[in-house]
């Protein structure tokens, strides 16, 4: 991918903090969004499918089993289950579905039953299909893409000079091996990381240059949510004029990628949420995270239709990973799948739509940690300091 500045510029860039200045970044950026991807959108929706107990250190997770840390708790959900959560992704106006697992790969039974949650999805849905499985082998992305799967996640986190303070118990090289593994599959890759780690901004425009040489179809950007009793549990969230500034810079660098806003979007940015899309962003993380809560669906959409991006879904929707939604990119405007399907409802009798949208502070059951071990980079699990009392 080539990018549309230097690192030269980009490292200046990183450096403004006059709002001006930033304004004039986002209006580069946005062009260089619209101009390629028109007014289309790619929103996307998870499930955390099997969670907590992860045998890595990464210092940002509550799921590592060396974070003390509160943590959602439960087995590989069956695949009907999975489908559960994909209707309601579908119902919430999602165009894509990602199933996620913690750890660093599955057993042969769980990656069975994921496969086979998969395939209800793909039979059963008009939702895009994403995979987010941890590390894994050409054969297992082959069957991936057998059962469904279009495109599969799997972040480098951070830049390579700073992995070793993110994650020790993976090397950086193994990620992307598994990165080659899920190409050579003729699967799309999905590859982002994470804003305000601790790294420098130097590092923040080497994570974004090594993005561009790996060159994902899609870029998901998070923001660190500091979860207490995490190694960087301790950590302010980011300014949110410097969180759309580098949104921005990414874009500039990476300008093919879909850019998705994803983990900490809401705490970290705020009421700036729809300048960081002007930014350059492509769609969102639509509903909640994998261990934390995020906007309303119906919240997300109107934040993009008030920029006059379109968030409809085409019928055919599935049958090509990329975003096809732009207007005219079929025969005609984009149809509004679901005010078709209520209008020709109407016609018989009333329908009663109900969706039950995914709530982990009620639907998973929070184990709380009697002790963690020892973390493997010898750093201490940290905590905000409490609030002065008086």
């Known amino acids: 991918m080539t990018p549309l500045i230097t690192r030269e510029e980009a490292l200046a860039l990183g450096e403004i903090d006059d709002h001006g200045q930033i304004e004039a970044l986002i209006h580069r950026a946005w062009e260089a969004r619209v101009e390629r991807f028109a007014d289309s959108t790619d929103m996307c929706s998870l499930v955390n499918a099997k969670s907590g107990g992860c045998a890595e250190d990464c210092g940002f997770c509550a799921q590592s089993r060396f974070a003390d840390a509160e943590t959602p708790m439960h087995a ?45 999805v793909s ?81 923040r425009v080497e994570m974004a240059f090594e993005l561009a040489e790996i060159n994902p179809t899609s870029v998901p950007i998070n923001m660190l949510n500091p979860r207490p009793g995490t190694k960087f549990g301790d950590r302010e969230f980011m300014d949110p004029w410097e969180a759309v500034k580098w949104i921005a810079i990414f874009r500039l660098i990476l300008p093919e990628a879909l850019f998705r806003l994803c983990g900490g979007r809401v705490e970290n940015l705020g009421e700036l949420q729809q300048l960081a899309v002007k930014a350059g ?53 984009t149809p509004d799948v679901v005010e078709q399907r209520l209008d020709q409802a109407s016609r018989a009798k009333p329908v009663d739509l109900q969706v039950s949208l995914w709530d982990p502070s009620t639907q998973l059951r929070y184990r709380a940690k009697r002790s963690a071990p020892p973390r493997p980079d010898g750093a201490a699990n940290k905590s905000p300091d409490p609030a002065p009392v008086g």
């Not at 289950?81 to 913690?102: D, P």
């Not at 994650?167 to 091996?177: A, D, K, N, P």
């Open 281 to 333: 962003i492509n769609g969102v993380m639509m509903g909640n995270f994998l261990t934390t809560l995020g906007n309303e669906p119906e919240t997300d959409r109107a934040m993009f239709e008030e920029l006059g991006l379109n968030v409809a879904r085409q019928p055919d929707n599935a049958a090509n990973p990329r975003p096809d939604n732009r207007s005219g990119w079929l025969a005609g405007e």
């Open 76 to 120: 590989m959900m069956e695949p009907e289950q999975v489908l559960e959560h994909a209707r309601a992704a579908e119902a919430a106006g999602a165009h894509r579905f990602c199933m996620v697992t913690q750890g660093q790969g599955l057993s042969k039974r769980d990656f069975d039953k994921y496969l086979e949650g998969v395939r209800l």
């Open 123 to 203: 039979e059963h849905t008009n939702l895009k299909r994403c995979a987010s499985v941890g590390h894994i082998s050409a054969a297992r992305a082959a069957a991936l893409q057998e059962a469904g799967i279009q495109r599969v996640h799997h972040n480098v986190e951070t830049s390579s000079s700073y992995y070793d303070e993110v994650t020790t118990t993976v090397r950086y090289e193994v990620r992307l091996r598994t990165i080659q593994a899920v190409r050579e599959a003729g699967l799309e890759t999905c590859v982002g990381g994470i804003l305000n780690l601790g790294e420098s901004r130097a590092q």
